[in-house]
């Protein structure tokens, strides 16, 4: 009996072969995800700011186009390999950093201080079923917290402002002058706080 053959080896794969069956993203694919993500996170981010507060639209737009120009270049056919890095650190900073970050930041102290004192002016009116928040509502919901409306009167500065008239100065504390944030009241009971 003639043996049989020993079984041939496989032959070896060349070099790379692995790697190709892994396909990567095409930059057009990479380039629309990046286009979509960005546009949900700038509206996401935008709404998540309580509607009382600036919402800064002008500023969170200018970021949302420099997001979606870096965006476009994921898209470019290039072999250089620092344009698509670019392209994809600019869409991380501005079009997910930037945006997140300015709706974290919207709430300093002194702004959740003003919008708590906003809601209890707001409440107080309803109670009286006024149509309006009374100056007299603000410095009571102030002054009950802890703090107060106007500046602060000092030898340099005795003269007290934003006190009688909206836009109302409200500080967090009876002692303390800066930060301080402006509340005003629109249509009657609509509460608008911004840094001033």
């Not at 629309?32 to 737009?61: E, K, M, N, Q």
Request: glycine residues 6%; contains cysteine; positive net charge.
């Amino acid at each position: 009996m003639n043996p049989e053959p020993p079984n041939p080896r496989p032959a070896p794969s060349e070099p790379g072969a692995a790697s190709a069956k892994v396909r990567a993203v095409p930059p057009r694919a990479a380039a629309g995800i990046a286009v979509a993500a960005c546009l949900v996170i700038a509206l996401a981010a935008a709404f998540a700011v309580d509607s009382r507060l600036d919402r800064h639209w002008i500023l969170r737009g200018i970021t949302l186009v420099v997001a979606l120009a870096c965006a476009a270049v994921l898209a470019g056919e290039n072999d250089r390999k620092a344009r698509p890095i670019i392209g994809l650190v600019g869409v991380v900073m501005f079009g997910v950093v930037f945006p997140v970050s300015s709706t974290t930041w919207s709430q300093p102290p002194e702004i959740k201080f003003a919008l708590a004192v906003a809601d209890d002016a707001k409440a107080a009116a309803e109670k009286q079923a006024a149509s309006t928040v009374s100056i007299a509502d603000v410095k009571a919901a102030a002054e009950a917290r802890g703090g107060a409306i106007g500046t602060l009167k000092t030898d340099r500065s005795p003269t007290v402002r934003g006190a009688d008239a909206y836009p109302l100065i409200i500080r967090a504390k009876q002692d303390q002058g800066r930060p301080w944030s402006c509340l005003t009241f629109v249509h009657g009971l609509d509460a608008k706080v911004r840094a001033c």
